[in-house]
């Protein structure tokens, strides 16, 4: 399946993409590389409770993207932060919104209520793509990174997973999903 749950395996392929971000644009606010075991660390403390997916063409990890906590305070669980990197030569191919769709929909199975998508003001084609799949931008935190000699801006924008209401459970950890629930999402995005 080209659409899967990322597995720890994963991780040096996922790492070489996300260095590229690291290394070469202003998209993220990290200014270096982290090391492989701080990943696999991230990555660990992600997936508790969060998916995180990956776009595998024939072993070949061509983009990935997750959710991740948006804030830390109980009073915040219903929400959460999503990110999507893709591997240069993969972009505008497809890939990111055959990742972000069941991503998507994982977090609304999960019993989430409001992704965020925290962008880079300068990067147009990520607010672009994102504006495309029904997020709205609601906030601009003007000059909030310095990164390669640069004050830059940052795009809050926001997607209503499901119908907020009054009494919500609390949202159930990725890692206690129905594996059979999970793969027909995955199978259904996988067909398109």
């Known amino acids: 399946m080209p659409i899967r749950k990322a597995k720890a395996e994963d991780i040096p392929q996922i790492l070489s993409i996300y260095s590229e971000y690291v290394l070469h644009t202003n ?6 590389v982290p090391s492989e075991k701080e990943f696999m660390e991230r990555f660990d403390r992600i997936t508790a409770r969060y998916p995180w997916l990956v776009w595998d063409v024939d ?7 997750y959710g991740s906590e948006a804030f830390s305070r109980k009073a915040y669980q219903w929400t959460a932060d ?5 591997r240069p030569d993969a972009k505008r191919q497809g890939g990111a919104t055959l990742l972000y769709t069941p991503l998507l929909e994982i977090m609304r199975l999960q019993g ?6 925290i962008i ?16 709205v931008p609601f906030a601009t935190f003007r000059r909030t990174g310095y990164k ?6 940052v795009v809050w924008m926001e997607y209503e997973l499901s119908p907020i209401s009054d009494s919500p459970s609390e949202p159930i950890p990725f890692h206690l999903i129905d594996e ?3 793969l027909t999402i995955l199978r259904r995005y996988n067909t398109m």
């Open 148 to 153: 390669a000699g640069e004050w830059l801006d």
């Open 120 to 135: 880079t003001a300068t990067n147009k084609t990520s607010i672009a793509f994102h504006r495309s799949l029904g997020f």
């Open 27 to 32: 998209f993220t606010f990290e200014y270096t």
């Open 82 to 86: 999503v990110t999507i990197y893709m």
């Open 112 to 117: 989430l209520k409001v992704a965020y998508a």
């Open 59 to 65: 072993g070949e990890i061509r983009g990935y993207a």
């Open 180 to 182: 059979n629930a999970l």
